[in-house]
């Protein structure tokens, strides 16, 4: 069965500094990654994706990510972090046909 | 990218009652939707998968009989919350994707339900 692990419930930066949110999966072929955000109250906003080919991808607002095979890994990384980030990060994993497992969350705080 | 609206937004209902949810692909067909849940501060879990035409899936856990989904034309599928109760309350969002591979599942607004 397919799942995703995100060790940090919690995240607290500096605005201006870099930011790296980790996400470990577990698939049995090759996965689809994808990086969600969501804000209070609001739906999910897809940052970026990974199916095949260049593993580092970039996404939306200045964000990028490392699909790393040996490592099961596909984190998520900012250089420099911005108030308007502040919101809750989801990893998620699928084999396409867009059915999708999450991962529990990252709860990202910016302080000035 | 495609779109896909959810409606309504919130819901306030009193215990006993059902409650309906639409979710629209307003762009394009979509033969397969997906609903999912999502408690507070947890993550979100796929509650059954609804195909056009035919019966959903319900993962594991969930009661087919109290979440009624209905998916009866290729750009709407609905969830009906059946005799709801305080703890169906929760964040309920729908998904759905282009048809084929290497493709990434669009979703709704979502729909926050509070059962009083």
């Known amino acids: 069965a397919q799942s995703v692990t995100q060790p940090d419930i919690h995240i607290t930066v500096s605005e201006g500094a870099s930011l790296e949110l980790r996400c470990n999966y577990s698939?049995?072929?090759?996965?689809?990654l994808f990086w969600y955000v969501q804000s209070p109250g609001q739906g999910l906003q897809l940052l970026l994706k990974y199916f095949s080919g260049d593993t580092l991808v970039q996404g939306i607002k200045g964000f990028e990510a490392e699909f790393k095979r040996s490592q099961s890994s596909f984190n998520l990384r900012k250089p420099s972090v911005h108030w308007s980030d502040a919101a809750e990060y989801f990893c998620?994993?699928?084999?396409?046909?867009?059915?999708?497992?999450f991962g529990t969350g990252t709860k990202l705080q910016v302080i000035p | 990218g495609a779109v896909v609206s959810q409606h309504p937004s919130w819901v306030i209902c009193k215990s006993g009652t059902s409650v309906k949810i639409e979710c629209r692909s307003l762009d394009f067909q979509a033969t397969t939707m997906f609903w999912y849940r999502q408690f507070p501060k947890q993550s979100l879990m796929l509650m059954a998968t609804?195909?056009?035409?035919?019966?959903?899936?319900?993962e594991q856990g969930v009661e087919k009989d109290k979440f009624l989904i209905n998916h009866a034309s290729l750009t709407l599928s609905t969830l009906t919350v059946t005799s709801a109760h305080p703890e169906d309350s929760s964040f309920y969002i729908c998904?759905?994707?282009?048809?084929?591979?290497?493709?990434?599942?669009?979703f709704g607004q979502g729909t926050r339900l509070t059962v009083v």
């Open positions: 609804s195909n056009e035409g035919s019966k959903a899936t319900y």
């Open positions: 998904s759905a994707g282009l048809t084929g591979t290497h493709t990434e599942a669009f």
């Open positions: 698939y049995g072929a090759t996965p689809y």
């Open positions: 998620a994993v699928g084999g396409g046909y867009q059915k999708v497992t």
